[in-house]
């Protein structure tokens, strides 16, 4: 998994905006523009000359979770396929170790883990081009599985080779006051001494970040979900919000390797 290089960039972009129902004054700036997804007839062309003597390469980014219950993992599914609706980007998905022995899990009836996803080594992460974590949270904090693989990142943090690379979290808390906030800006401090960048959505998502007639996880630092005890599923807007943030954080990334 080798770091992926740009694309051509297009001609024509399509910003993504709020819907028409935002208020005016809660849109803040206009947020990261995404490509279209078909270039225009000049960028085909250049394209075209290019993969004759260089290979495409798309930008990786890594959704490294740890999920108990299925919870994050769903969020996790979920923003990958907004990364993948970018142009040139690729989400890739994986666990981090489990720290607690099967026994344990067995007796919190913690669900297996979908072997198609594969646990990821710390030193993989230095072949990303851009992160987005996701984990449970622990009063407020993130889980110790998570903690516990940030810890292995020692000799990454040694050797620099996470400095400069962007960053996001996403989250889940059992009850509206568990930590939706707090879980990810408590994790921005793993970010901070690695060099990373931390790339908060904002209220990127338009209207959605104002409803207020359902429940919805989530937040300006990133995709959230409730969890409840352990039997509530995330809502269509909470999984929404996941995809909006892959899609948020693929375009830039792709940016910051366009520059």
Avoid: N
């Avoid at 080798?2 to 028409?20: E, F, L, M, N, T």
């Amino acid at each position: 998994m080798g770091k992926g290089g740009g694309c051509v960039p297009s001609k024509k972009r399509v910003p993504v905006v709020a819907s028409d129902d935002t208020p005016r004054a809660a849109r803040g700036p206009p947020p990261i523009p995404l490509e279209e997804t078909s270039p225009s007839s000049d960028g085909a062309v250049a394209a075209a000359e290019d993969s004759s003597s260089v290979p495409f390469t798309k930008l990786k980014i890594f959704i490294v979770f740890y999920s108990m219950y299925g919870h994050v993992e769903l969020l996790a599914k979920r923003m990958k396929k907004g990364v993948d609706g970018i142009d040139g980007v690729e989400g890739i998905l994986f666990r981090v170790p489990e720290t607690l022995p099967p026994e344990v899990l067995e007796q919190m009836k913690a669900p297996p883990k979908d072997e198609e996803i594969p646990v990821i080594s710390a030193a993989e992460l230095s072949s990303a081009d851009g992160v987005l974590f996701g984990f449970p949270t622990r009063y407020g904090c993130m889980a110790a599985q998570m903690k516990a693989f940030f810890d292995s990142t020692g000799q990454l943090w040694k050797e620099q080779k996470l400095a400069g690379k962007p960053a996001g979290f996403f989250v889940s808390t059992g009850t509206q006051g568990g930590g939706q906030e707090t879980t990810a800006w408590t994790a921005i401090t793993q970010l901070a001494h690695h060099g990373m960048l931390f790339v908060p959505i904002g209220y990127t998502f338009g209207a959605g970040m104002f409803k207020m007639d359902t429940i919805r996880g989530g937040s300006p630092y990133g995709a959230g979900v409730f969890a409840g005890d352990g039997t509530r599923e995330p809502s269509e807007t909470e999984l929404a919000l996941a995809e909006h943030q892959g899609k948020y954080m693929a375009a830039v990334v792709k940016r910051l390797a366009q520059a």
